[in-house]
């Protein structure tokens, strides 16, 4: 009977170690590095233009939150957007929200494996763009 607890204990353990290791339970590091595709206008006409982009995620000094380089691809050449400052939270899954408020809009962004899909929302609510992007490797 004793081993059988010292059994169920140590597997509880080994489990719960495994889940806090598996990339399909994301956190702020699942949402790091280089992500690849594409950043689509939704209104038309505007100043707006679809675009190739890439996006590195890094981590920054406070918890729970990431810095988005983003940049788009010009004649093969990459030129920079600018960066995003952005809250992660965790879906308690294979997911993880990025939030990233601007002075004219809201990215929302959602990494599940992969995949980095968003959208920015103008202040009053109209859906401005479509992102849609890969993990670089």
């Given at each position: 009977?004793r081993?059988h607890?010292?059994?169920?204990?140590?597997?509880?353990v080994?489990?719960?170690?495994?889940?806090?290791?598996?990339?399909?339970h994301?956190?702020?590091?699942?949402?790091?590095g280089?992500?690849?595709?594409?950043?689509?206008?939704?209104?038309?006409?505007?100043?707006?233009?679809?675009?190739?982009?890439?996006?590195?995620?890094?981590?920054l000094?406070?918890?729970?939150s990431?810095?988005?380089?983003?940049?788009?691809?010009?004649?093969?050449?990459?030129?920079?957007?600018?960066?995003?400052?952005?809250?992660?939270?965790?879906?308690?899954?294979?997911?993880?929200?990025?939030?990233?408020?601007?002075?004219?809009?809201?990215?929302?962004f959602?990494?599940?494996?992969?995949?980095?899909?968003?959208e920015l929302?103008?202040?009053?609510?109209?859906?401005?763009?479509?992102?849609?992007?890969?993990?670089?490797?």
């Amino acid at each position: 009977m004793r081993t059988h607890g010292l059994c169920v204990g140590l597997a509880s353990v080994l489990a719960l170690g495994a889940k806090a290791q598996d990339p399909a339970h994301a956190d702020a590091a699942s949402t790091l590095g280089t992500w690849r595709g594409t950043s689509l206008c939704l209104v038309r006409p505007s100043s707006c233009n679809d675009e190739v982009v890439v996006y590195r995620i890094t981590r920054l000094n406070v918890k729970d939150s990431v810095a988005i380089d983003a940049r788009k691809i010009v004649r093969g050449q990459e030129e920079e957007m600018g960066v995003l400052e952005c809250g992660v939270a965790s879906g308690g899954s294979a997911d993880a929200s990025l939030t990233c408020a601007m002075r004219n809009g809201v990215w929302r962004f959602t990494v599940r494996r992969d995949s980095l899909v968003g959208e920015l929302r103008l202040p009053d609510s109209t859906k401005f763009r479509d992102v849609r992007t890969a993990r670089a490797r």
